[in-house]
């Protein structure tokens, strides 16, 4: 038993007491943990359960704020419990916490992995979205600030292209219903969908049109690729319309199109790669 100064502050007699409760809770549930491993009482385990509930809610808790209630985790957590004390064993001379706690959240990830990822995704990218969340809570209960990529990586001993990947991949258990109504206090609420912007195909016909512009195609040419992509003729059919063979069609329509071409590549702006720094005026 821990020897206390009767003159020392208030503060460091708690200090002291506390840690003596610390220690004598820690050498009861050993004693308990070696009676159920003999007996299988199932009062004893009833027991183990109620001291070491703590344990359970205080790792569920790191998962909280989500879209899984708190409740469901405490459960989940509570199930891992009683795995972890199923599974001990006194006699291995370890700590019964450095047992459970990976029994735990192996207990949490498996729920998060089957049961509330509402996009599919591989198992082993879950176990690393999981992992991630783990390591930038934990580094950002140490640092007393979020932690950066570099950081996340080095602690897990990843790159930092999967610590990136990991955090994109949780927004897939927080998926919203196009459905859902969206809107402001100054605007009438609307379904999500009809806010998503849609392809514009007038763009594809104005940029398409610039190109023949560009390309100085002549009648016949322009006749040519309206016929086989407008009218979607085969050669034979536009030589028989021009009364031209289809060897013919063919060439000027390879020529028509490698005007199309040279056209398109002119306008595209030259690679960054290339680019010149402008001179000092």
Do not use: C
Not at 121 to 129: A, H
Not at 156 to 178: C, F, H, N, P, Y
Not at 239 to 249: C, D, F, K, R, T
């Amino acid at each position: 038993m821990l020897q206390t100064n009767p003159e020392a502050p208030v503060e460091q007699v708690y200090e002291l007491d506390e840690r003596e409760t610390k220690a004598r809770r820690r050498t009861l549930d050993m004693q308990l943990l070696r009676r159920y491993k003999t007996s299988g009482d199932p009062a004893v385990k009833r027991e183990l359960v109620e001291r070491l509930m703590p344990l359970a809610r205080s790792l569920a808790f790191r998962y909280r704020g989500g879209s899984e209630p708190l409740d469901d985790l405490v459960q989940v957590a509570s199930l891992g419990l009683v795995k972890a004390i199923d599974g001990f064993d006194p006699d291995h001379g370890r700590p019964f916490p450095s047992y459970a706690v990976p029994t735990i959240l192996g207990e949490i990830r498996r729920h998060f992995r089957d049961h509330v990822w509402d996009v599919h995704l591989p198992r082993g990218l879950q176990e690393r979205t999981l992992s991630v969340r783990d390591a930038i809570e934990d580094l950002g209960d140490t640092l007393g600030r979020a932690p950066t990529v570099v950081q996340v990586a080095e602690r897990l001993d990843i790159s930092e292209e999967e610590v990136l990947e990991a955090m994109q991949a949780g927004e897939a258990r927080k998926t919203l219903s196009l459905d859902a109504p969206v809107g402001s206090d100054d605007v009438a609420p609307m379904p999500l969908v009809e806010t998503v912007g849609r392809g514009e195909s007038g763009f594809d016909s104005v940029d398409a049109q610039l190109a023949v512009t560009h390309a100085g195609l002549d009648e016949r040419e322009l006749s040519i690729l309206r016929m086989r992509f407008g009218q979607d003729m085969t050669q034979s059919e536009i030589g028989h319309e021009l009364g031209v063979s289809q060897m013919q069609i063919s060439r000027l329509m390879r020529r028509a199109l490698r005007k199309l071409l040279e056209a398109v590549q002119d306008e595209e702006p030259a690679p960054a790669s290339s680019a010149r720094v402008p001179l000092a005026a």
